[in-house]
Every structure is written in structure tokens, then in C-alpha cells.
T-cell receptor, first 112, second 117 residues
Framework: SQKIEQNSEALNIQEGKTATLTCNYT??????LQWYRQDPGRGPVFLLL?????KEKRKERLKVTFDTTLKQSLFHITASQPADSATYLC???????????FGSGTRLQVQP | GAVVSQHPSRVICKSGTSVKIECRSL??????MFWYRQFPKQSLMLMAT?????????EQGVEKDKFLINHASLTLSTLTVTSAHPEDSSFYIC?????????????FGSGTQLSVL
């Protein structure tokens, strides 16, 4: 079955450093991957989408990569700030079958 | 950007009562909406896919008679938790797909914290 895996352990980094979160998928080839941010008690908020034919996408301090050989997407936050502390979700949507697959999310904590 | 409004944000009810949660797409039409539940410090669990004008599609293990879904219009889907019990206490979130800039994205409601006493 389709599966997305994210590191379930929290990632703790120092302010100003680059945070890198990993999303690995197995048993399928998603048309694209999306990254969302979720704060406690709130719904997720869309950040970035990357298609299977795109290697990299950027938005301000955010960068996402998509490696179809490794079956992996990396999500980077450069010059991280305490306000970046949240849980980040990797989501894939198979537009052909309208199937959604969610990663379990990785909690990021940026220390001042 | 697209907005999905979810109400109420928080509800406390007695065991045995039913609770209705509304999910509205404010500035776009959504033929499909999704309902999730989330336990503390865990990821979203997809419960069902709500289809406008037809029956919802439920994920394995989700009781359709317990969690009634109605998608009567292109902008509104409702989830009714019937005869709620304390184990139904959870954070419920809805989302809708919307294509912007040629890309299809999920827009989430702000969630409903349900507490059943």
C-alpha cells in the first residue's frame, strides 16, 4: 500500500541554522508532493508543492526537493527562527485516483 | 487565497448527544471535501471523502452510521458525530481541494476540538 514516512522524532536546531526535514515514499509514484505547516490546535497551512518532474522549488526561506530515484523529498528552512517551530506534514495526492497519503509529520523546534 | 471555514472551533457535549460540524469553502466551489480526526501529537487520520451530491466514501474502520457526512452543496459539507461518547473526543479537521495557478492544493479548516463528557 502507499506509504509516506517522516521522521517522527522532533528536530531541535539552533536559531539561524538550516532545518532539513525528510519525506520518504514507498510503493507508488506520487504525481506531486505537498508540504504543510501545522501549529497546535490549528488546521494545516499549505507551504509548497513540488511535481515529480521538478527537482527543486523555492519560496523565500523555504526549499523543497524531489528525488524520484531515492523516492524522497527534502524540506529545508534556511536561517531558521523560533517562529518556524511547528509540525511539518508531507502529503501526496495521486490525481489519477484522487488518493491522499499523509506523512505522520515532523515537529521542528528552533531554539533562540 | 482560498479559504475554508470550519465551525464550531470548540464544542463540549454530554455523552449520547449528537454534534454537527460545518465546513464551508468561502470563495471557491468544492465538489470534494475531506474529513480527518487528529489525536494529540499524532498526524491527521483521513476519515472520509465527502462528495457533493452523492454518498461519502469512508476509510476502513470508520463507522459511517457514527459519523454522518452530508455534502448538499458545492460549498458546504457537514460531519455529524451521532450519539457521541468520550472516546469520540478528538480534533476534527476538514479540507477541500482547490486548483490555483494550475496546481491542486488542499485548504484546511481551522479544526474543531470536540470534548464529550
Amino acid at each position: 500500500s502507499q506509504k509516506i514516512e517522516q521522521n517522527s522524532e522532533a528536530l531541535n536546531i539552533q536559531e539561524g541554522k538550516t532545518a532539513t526535514l525528510t519525506c520518504n515514499y514507498t510503493n507508488y509514484s506520487p504525481a506531486y508532493l505537498q508540504w504543510y505547516r501545522q501549529d497546535p490546535g490549528r488546521g494545516p497551512v499549505f507551504l509548497l508543492l513540488i511535481r515529480e518532474n521538478e527537482k527543486e522549488k523555492r519560496k523565500e526561506r523555504l526549499k523543497v526537493t524531489f528525488d524520484t530515484t531515492l523516492k524522497q523529498s527534502l524540506f529545508h528552512i534556511t536561517a531558521s527562527q523560533p517562529a518556524d517551530s511547528a509540525t511539518y506534514l508531507c502529503v501526496s495526492m495521486d490525481t489519477g485516483r484522487r488518493a491522499l497519503t499523509f506523512g505522520s509529520g515532523t515537529r521542528l523546534q528552533v531554539q533562540p | 487565497g482560498a479559504v475554508v471555514s470550519q465551525h464550531p472551533s470548540r464544542v463540549i457535549c454530554k455523552s449520547g448527544t449528537s454534534v454537527k460540524i460545518e465546513c464551508r469553502s468561502l470563495d471557491f466551489q468544492a465538489t470534494t471535501m475531506f474529513w480527518y480526526r487528529q489525536f494529540p501529537k499524532q498526524s491527521l487520520m483521513l476519515m472520509a471523502t465527502s462528495n457533493e451530491g452523492s454518498k461519502a466514501t469512508y476509510e476502513q474502520g470508520v463507522e459511517k452510521d457514527k459519523f454522518l457526512i452530508n455534502h448538499a452543496s458545492l460549498t458546504l459539507s457537514t460531519l455529524t458525530v451521532t450519539s457521541a461518547h468520550p472516546e469520540d473526543s478528538s480534533f476534527y479537521i476538514c479540507s477541500a481541494n482547490h486548483a490555483t495557478g494550475g496546481e491542486e492544493k488542499l485548504f484546511f479548516g481551522s479544526g474543531t476540538q470536540l470534548s464529550v463528557l
